[in-house]
Nanobody, 123 residues
Framework: QVHLEESGGGLVQVGGSLRLSCAAS????????MGWFRQAPGQEREFVAA????????NYADSVKGRFTISRDNAKNTGYLQMNSLKPEDTAEYYC????????????????WGQGTQVTVSS
C-alpha cells in the first residue's frame, strides 16, 4: 500500500507561483511513475505532468509546458510540481498519483491517489 499526501495549494494571483508537494509513504516501487492531475468542478480529471521515479523522465501536458516543472527527491520520497506564470484556467483541485503501469497520462492507470490540494488563481 502507498499513502500519498499533497500540500502547497492555495490562492495566488495571475502570474504568480506555487509549489505543490506529494509525500509518499508505505510500500516503495522503484519502477513507479508519479503524476499530477487536476480536476475543475464539472470536468474530468486531466493529466498535468508525470515523472519516472528511477530515471526522472518527465512528461507534460501541452497546456503547462514551459510553466510547470515536475521533480522528485528520492531521499525524501517526495514529488514536487513547481507552477509558474499561473493562469485562471489553472484553477482546480490538484491530485498526485502513483502509476505502476506503462502509461503516465491516463488517470485509470494510476493505482494510488492523494486527497488533493486546491489551487485557485485569481485575476
Amino acid at each position: 500500500q502507498v499513502h500519498l499526501e499533497e500540500s502547497g495549494g492555495g490562492l495566488v494571483q495571475v502570474g504568480g507561483s506555487l509549489r505543490l508537494s506529494c509525500a509518499a509513504s508505505g510500500r516503495v516501487f522503484t519502477n513507479r511513475k508519479m503524476g499530477w492531475f487536476r480536476q475543475a468542478p464539472g470536468q474530468e480529471r486531466e493529466f498535468v505532468a508525470a515523472i519516472t521515479w528511477n530515471f526522472g523522465i518527465t512528461n507534460y501536458a501541452d497546456s503547462v509546458k514551459g510553466r510547470f516543472t515536475i521533480s522528485r527527491d528520492n531521499a525524501k520520497n517526495t514529488g514536487y510540481l513547481q507552477m509558474n506564470s499561473l493562469k485562471p484556467e489553472d484553477t482546480a483541485e490538484y491530485y498526485c498519483g502513483v502509476s505502476l503501469s506503462d502509461s503516465a497520462v491516463l488517470a485509470d492507470s494510476y493505482t494510488y491517489w492523494g486527497q488533493g490540494t486546491q489551487v485557485t488563481v485569481s485575476s
